[in-house]
């Protein structure tokens, strides 16, 4: 499969909240509930840009976007402005094939010079898939929160995951 990473745009809206919204309903991959419509989903796509420290990528394949990964802000306060939490999600029917490993790299070569200094995620175990992709990109497990989540009647952990980006900026 011939795979075209770019920024999002509004048009992607729709197959972007169909991806998504297959991880809500079928899996613990999110601990989002209910599905979202293409109008919430404008709202969040409000928050990200083409260029600065969070962005939506898009990996799209024969015209159809089958996958996504994003940076967003980690907390709210100023001073974690330099530090980024990173998602990825592929269409079903695209995992498995590399695709995760093509956004990511997309997504932090578009980050490498934005002056940010750690990146962050967050899965929820058990997903193998996840943890491998995150430690293939220099990520390191720093603890598992137990029993964050509750979804699908059961609870679940949370793992996070740092990694240090390559150009620290300076204090402000």
Not at 75 to 80: G, T
Not at 133 to 145: A, P, Y
Request: hydrophobic share 35%.
């Amino acid at each position: 499969m011939r795979v075209r990473v770019r920024p999002a745009t509004n048009d992607d809206l729709p197959r972007l909240t169909e991806i998504y919204n297959h991880y809500i309903v079928t899996t613990p991959a999110t601990f989002d509930i209910e599905p979202f419509t293409v109008e919430q989903r404008r709202e969040w796509f409000t928050h990200y840009d083409d260029t600065g420290h969070h962005r939506v990528l898009v990996a799209e394949a024969e015209g159809q976007v089958v996958g996504m990964t994003w940076s967003s802000a980690f907390r709210p306060k100023r001073a974690y402005e330099t530090t980024v939490e990173t998602s990825i999600y592929c269409a079903p029917e695209a995992t498995g094939i590399g695709l995760g490993t093509t956004l990511y790299q997309a997504l932090f070569a578009a980050l490498a010079d934005q002056g940010l200094h750690r990146a962050v995620a967050g899965i929820t175990l058990p997903n193998d898939a996840s943890v491998r992709l995150h430690e293939r990109f220099g990520f390191r497990q720093l603890g598992v929160f137990s029993e964050v989540g509750r979804k699908f009647g059961r609870y679940w952990d949370v793992a996070w995951f740092e990694k240090r980006l390559p150009h620290p900026p300076e204090d402000r």
